[in-house]
Each structure stands twice: as C-alpha cells, then as structure tokens.
C-alpha cells in the first residue's frame, strides 16, 4: 500500500510523536508499504511563538496538494493539526478523499497551560480539525473514553511500543552522582510539571535529560539538579540504566513512550495515577502511581530491575504498527487524476 502521512512534527524536534511517527514508518516499511511524509523540512517554516524547536509551515496549501497529487497514495494519515494537517485535511475535503488522523498529546491542556484559553475552546477546534477523519487514532482507552465524552466520533485505538534492541538492561555508570538517582526524561516545558519532581526533597541525586522552553529558569531555580541536554536512543538507553528510578511528573500526556523506554532498560517508574501512567503501568508491578509523588518514588526504589523489563517486552513496535496500518482508510479514486488548484 502506497500510504502518505502528513505531519507538522518532525527531526530536529526529539519528542514522543516524532519517534512513533520513525519507527512506525520504519515497521511499514518492512511490511513491505511504500511510504511518503510531508513534512516541514520541505517548506519554508517559521519558529513557533513560545516553543522556537518547533517549526510551523508558511502556506503549505500549494505545496501539499502537489506531493499529493504526484504520490496519488492509496491511503492518507494526517498526524498533527499544524498548517501542514490543515492543508492536507482541506485538500482531501475538496476532493473527496478519505483520511485518518491521530491524537498524540492533550493539546487543549498544553494551551491551557501556557496561555489559559478555555480548554472548551480548543476541544471545539479539534472536534472541527478531526470531524471529518473516518478513523481518529488515540493511544490509549482512557484517551479515547475522553475524547468521545467531548464528541468525537469514530476513536480508534493505535498502541505504541519500545524497541528492545535499543532499550535494555545494561552496566552502565554515565550518571556519576549519589545513588539513588532519580531520572527525568523528556521535554522540559511547563506542561510537563516538572517542577513537582525537582521541589519534592528525594535521597541521592536528580538528573534531567532533555530541552525546552522551561529550561533557563528550571536551571536557575533548581541548581543542584544535574542537566543533559537532547541525547540519541543509544545514549539515553545508558542513562536509563544508570539511574534508580524513572520519575515521571507529567499529568498531560497521553501515553508517555519515556516510560516504556525506561522500563525495557530494567528502570522502575514513579508518577502520578493519570492518564499515560495508568494505560503503560496497568496493574503491573513495574512502576508506583501514588498521589503524593515522593511516596511513589521511595517505594519505586523497591522494584527488581527485571520486573520493570518485563513488563516492557509486552510492548511491540511491529504489533502497534500493524494496528495503524488496519485502521488507515483506502483512497478508492486515484488523486494522480485530478488537478492541483491553483
């Protein structure tokens, strides 16, 4: 199948929907798919205001309507609600094309956070963008339950995985500071609730692994805290296994891979009992959800590392992949007839 994915997320920016987009592109790829991404390293793009790592499109109409048309796929999947999904959503509308979509992050949450817009007023916006998608994949039941609560239509699940060649146990002494060592990894932004990690009085040391546009004042706040900038899988995999606990403070995510990544390194997890936590850790013994984060991470410090790593060889890339592939939805008239609109 000649499958086209449409996503406004993508390298230099690290962050859970790039890397699902990789690796899911790389499972089709070995299902024998041919696969095109429109993306915005084929566009002129500008920073987007408060989060410079991500680039934001400059009228990509024109543009995407004529990777579209030259690939003519077989199937489309808009994966972002940026300019790039909003010009591939309006080009499949004009010309009668069916489309999936994908929900990856709580964005009314993350707007709310940084600007206090209603989250009525965003859900209003992402029921418009995905109304139309005649299958909406979400990552998760709880995320699914949610957004049909908010009247989406036409939820599917698209699970996720950890790639367990990568992400294992191994003797690693990266981190050199006191044990125990508590591990954040991710993007450092206000979101992510860091902060309730960093202020909670832990033994041994903390370390953050990642970047953001929180980043200057975490580090001026919290100057004990030991700092690592964007690492590659190999390298994050070493500082998974040097650390005692993953802590992970989000209460926005909707699935969080950092904690499926994190266990296949045979590292415990501590959070919250949210949504992402609660569908990763289920009732597993891999991880504490408490209420009162210290609490969850002292009792994390519990856990046999193998424990932690077997609950992540449940997860697998090829089986989450397949599960998106089924719910893509096939273009019946060949776009390689029609024309480009001016």
């Known amino acids: 199948m000649r499958i086209m994915i449409v996503t406004d997320a993508w390298e ?5 929907v790039v890397r699902t987009l990789k690796q899911t592109t790389y499972e089709l790829h070995k299902m024998g798919h041919q696969i095109e991404m429109i993306t915005p390293s084929g566009f002129k793009t500008i920073p987007c205001p408060t989060y410079p790592d991500i680039s934001l499109s400059l009228f990509p109409g024109k543009g995407v309507a004529k990777r579209i048309k030259d690939f003519a796929p ?7 609600e940026g300019p790039l999904g909003m010009a591939a959503r309006s080009y499949a509308l004009r010309h009668d094309l069916p489309f999936s979509t994908a929900y990856h992050t709580r964005f009314p949450e993350y707007v709310y956070a940084r600007t206090r817009i209603p989250l009525a007023w965003t859900y209003r916006f992402l029921k418009w963008f995905h109304g139309p998608s005649l299958a909406v994949m979400a990552p998760t039941q709880v995320v699914k339950d949610d957004l049909e609560k908010y009247g989406f239509d036409n939820v599917v699940i698209w699970s996720r995985g950890v790639d367990l060649e990568i992400f294992k146990p191994q003797d690693s002494k990266v981190l050199n500071s006191a044990h125990p060592i508590f591990l954040y990894v991710g993007r450092v932004a206000v979101e992510k ?13 903390k370390w953050v692994v990642g970047d953001g546009p929180a980043m200057k004042e975490i580090k001026e706040k919290y100057p004990l805290v030991n700092y690592l900038g964007v690492l590659n899988q190999y390298q994050l995999a070493e500082v998974y296994a040097a650390a005692d606990v993953f802590v992970f403070p989000s209460k926005t995510d909707t699935f969080g891979l950092v904690l499926l990544e994190a266990m296949a390194c045979g590292l415990p997890v501590a959070a919250y009992p ?3 936590p609660i569908d990763v850790l289920g009732d597993s013994s891999a991880g504490v959800m408490n209420e009162d984060l210290r609490t969850a991470c002292l009792q994390a410090l519990k856990i046999p590392r193998e424990v932690a790593r077997a609950h992540a060889e449940k ?23 029609q024309t480009v609109p001016a």
């Open 315 to 337: 997860f697998s890339w090829r089986a989450a992949s397949e599960q998106f592939a089924n719910h893509l939805k096939p273009v019946q008239v060949k776009v390689s007839a």
């Open 74 to 80: 077989d199937a489309i999947h808009i994966a972002t």
């Open 193 to 205: 609730n860091i902060n309730a990690f960093l202020e909670i009085d832990l033994p041994g040391s």
């Open 274 to 276: 949210v949504t992402g």
């Open 12 to 16: 230099p920016q690290v962050n859970g």
